[in-house]
């Protein structure tokens, strides 16, 4: 079955970064592209880019400014997506998701959430 | 980037109910419309894409339809289950951005 299975809750400070990843099994890593999508709490879930996993091809929310970073080590079958320059309103719940079909740009499969936490 | 606005924001119904929720577009997205469904503290779960296409494993008793700028989810006949916060997503263009959810109450 596929699973996403991402790393543990972090505590940053203003002005820091931090990395997330996400493990993936149960289908052929390189065939589906997986996204990034980020929910504050009582909020709308809101994009923030995605990998073409094959190819390692990025593209990114202008809405960050040039602060999210998104790779993958395929022999890891892992997708890595990091944040830079975090501030308090960037306190939310980052999914890592799976796209249901090439360029459909819907999201069929869900990590479980990684809470990120700013705060001074 | 295109706005998508849900309606209403909240709805009471109860088991058996047949609810509607509408979302709307800031500009014409063809068919290029998803639906999820959230229960508290779980991650969304895929009900539709491509406006009315039912995802595997999803029951029948969802059903999407429209198209250009105005869509509608339909639960023919709610379940304890159903309960929840559901959301819109384009898939037109990136930005992809999401509406602002519609919350199912138990009357």
């Known amino acids: 079955q596929v699973q996403l299975v991402q790393s543990g809750a972090e505590v940053k400070k203003p002005g820091a970064s931090v990395k997330v990843s996400c493990k993936a099994s149960?289908?052929?890593?390189?065939?589906?592209?997986l996204h990034w999508v980020r929910q504050a709490p009582g909020q709308r879930p809101e994009w923030m880019g995605w990998?073409?996993?094959?190819?390692?091809?990025?593209e990114y929310s202008q809405n960050f400014q040039g602060r999210v970073t998104i790779t993958r080590d395929t022999s890891a079958r892992t997708a890595y997506m990091e944040l830079s320059s975090l501030r308090s309103e960037d306190t939310a719940l980052y999914y890592c998701?799976?796209?249901?079909?090439?360029?459909?740009?819907?999201?069929?499969?869900w990590g479980q959430g990684t809470l990120v936490t700013v705060s001074s | 980037d295109i706005q998508m606005t849900q309606s209403p924001s909240s709805v009471s119904a109860s088991v058996g109910d047949r609810v509607t929720i509408t979302c709307q577009a800031s500009?014409?997205?063809?068919?290029?419309l998803a639906w999820y469904r959230q229960k508290p503290g779980k991650a969304p779960e895929l009900l539709i894409y491509?406006?009315?296409s039912l995802q595997s494993g999803v029951p029948s008793r969802f059903s999407g339809s429209g198209s250009g700028t105005d869509f509608i989810l339909t639960v023919s006949s709610l379940q304890p289950e159903d309960f929840a916060t559901y959301y819109c997503?384009?898939?037109?263009?990136?930005?992809?951005?999401f509406g602002g959810g519609t919350r199912v109450e138990i009357k």
């Open positions: 990998i073409n996993v094959d190819n390692g091809n990025t």
């Open positions: 491509a406006a009315s």
């Open positions: 997503q384009q898939t037109n263009s990136f930005p992809l951005t």
């Open positions: 149960g289908y052929t890593f390189t065939m589906y592209a």
């Open positions: 500009q014409g997205i063809r068919n290029w």
């Open positions: 998701v799976r796209e249901g079909a090439t360029f459909w740009y819907y999201f069929d499969y």
